[in-house]
């Protein structure tokens, strides 16, 4: 049982290193990076970003919350009914719904990203036209949008989680 604990918290916690760490990254550094440069750049780099960013995030996610869920259903004393019923339990649960709620606005961020490749793509070579602009604009203010709110929610679900061990 001891070693299933512990391969099932390396599988929890890894990917979700790597999930809070691509998320944090991508807010913070790489799409103010990205809009400092221009749209020229981004339009070179985006396309090669987009999809091999996503499928790192979303795979890294769903592991850590599926680990995270199995290591409530398997610890020694802890399971589902303590969920919300007790200090470890609402830390637990809030941490969950963070998770959660981060994996679902970093596939609607993703679908903003798409949209722009898409858009720019359909431009290719000459600048986008004033709708086009309005769009793209639209578009990258509700991703960045997105990705700050998944790099906090990531964050803090963090920040629950490991104080829960304490509780």
């Known amino acids: ?17 790597i999930w809070v760490g691509t998320a944090v990254f991508l807010a913070v550094i790489l799409e103010p990076a990205l809009r400092k440069a221009g749209p020229d750049v981004a339009r070179g780099i985006g396309p090669h970003l987009v999809d091999r960013v996503f499928a790192l ?34 830390l637990m649960g809030v941490g969950l719904i963070s998770s959660v709620i981060a994996l679902v606005l970093g596939v609607t961020s993703n679908r903003a990203l798409k949209q722009i490749v898409a858009i720019s793509k359909s431009l290719l070579p000459g600048p986008p036209g004033t709708e086009e602009a309005e769009k ?24 629950l989680m490991a104080s829960a061990r304490l509780a």
């Not at 203010?141 to 998944?150: D, E, Y």
């Open 57 to 90: 995030a979303v795979s890294s996610a769903l592991i850590t919350i599926l680990m995270g869920l199995a290591l409530v259903q398997r610890t020694p004393g802890r399971d589902f009914g303590q969920l919300f019923s007790n200090d470890w339990g609402w």
């Open 1 to 17: 049982m001891q070693s299933e604990l512990i391969l099932l918290r390396i599988l929890h916690i890894l990917p979700g290193a």
């Open 136 to 159: 793209i604009a639209q578009l990258q203010k509700r991703s960045r949008i997105l990705g700050r709110a998944v790099a906090l929610l990531v964050l803090l679900a963090v920040a």
